[in-house]
């Protein structure tokens, strides 16, 4: 397959959830949340220089190479693992950046104040990770034994949730735990497959597994 076919064939898979277009980088802030949210996902590319209806456009300058640099290696703690591979297709320049699963998570993007915000992929669309995102990756590090006792603690907030889907906070009110403790909690419960997450309603619900 040549570049052009093989270019095609990602464009007519749309923006997923390992694939972005981005049709002009003048900002590495703001690519960057890209990065991060593939990197704490699962994954995925950047077509650059592709238009949202999945034109080629191409890439104008080496200035945007080198945003796209500034993107993984200066707006990202820790720094990301990415690889560029330019293309040149008609006398335009794709370049297709590749970021792989971090191994150590969150990595986060770095706004031009100096914020640190961790991303993930949902869909088509970067999230800014919720707290018991954070908590989830810092028990993955954790490096206690796999171990959960059943303490009253998690018997009441296990009772709260029965057949809910709650946010994190209305978890918390119902349940009088204190909010850092139910993140822990959740977070530890997440990794034993006993709460499931999802976000709907541009919101992060938590509700028990079927298990």
């Known amino acids: 397959m040549d570049d052009k076919h093989y270019l095609q064939s990602l464009i007519s ?4 959830q390992q694939q972005d277009f981005k049709y002009r980088v003048s900002d590495a802030a703001k ?14 590319r950047l077509l650059i ?17 080198y945003v796209m640099h500034q993107a993984a290696y200066r707006h990202c703690r820790p720094e990301a693992s990415i690889k560029f591979d330019t293309y040149h297709i008609e006398g335009r320049t ?9 191994d150590r998570r969150p990595v986060c993007a770095i706004s031009d104040d100096g914020k640190e915000r961790a ?28 171990m959960m006792t059943y303490t009253d603690t998690i018997s009441k907030l296990l009772a709260a949730m029965q057949g809910e889907r709650l946010t994190l906070n209305a978890i918390a009110r119902r349940t009088a735990i204190a909010r ?22 541009q919101q992060f619900l938590f509700s028990l597994t079927d298990n």
């Not at 690519?31 to 995925?44: E, H, P, R």
């Not at 794709?94 to 971090?102: D, R």
């Open 94 to 102: 794709i370049v297709v950046a590749t970021i792989p699963p971090a």
């Open 13 to 16: 898979q749309g923006e997923h």
């Open 119 to 146: 991303y993930i992929r949902i869909a088509d669309e970067n999230i800014v990770a919720s707290p018991v995102h954070l908590a989830i990756w810092r028990e993955a590090q954790s490096t206690c034994g796999a």
């Open 49 to 65: 220089g592709v238009r949202d209806d999945g034109h080629m456009s191409g890439v104008r300058s080496e200035e945007e190479i």
């Open 31 to 44: 690519l960057a949340k890209s990065v991060s949210a593939f990197a704490n996902t699962d994954g995925g």
């Open 180 to 201: 850092p403790r139910v993140i822990t909690l959740l977070a530890r419960l997440i990794r034993f497959h006993v709460v499931q997450w999802e976000y709907a309603e």
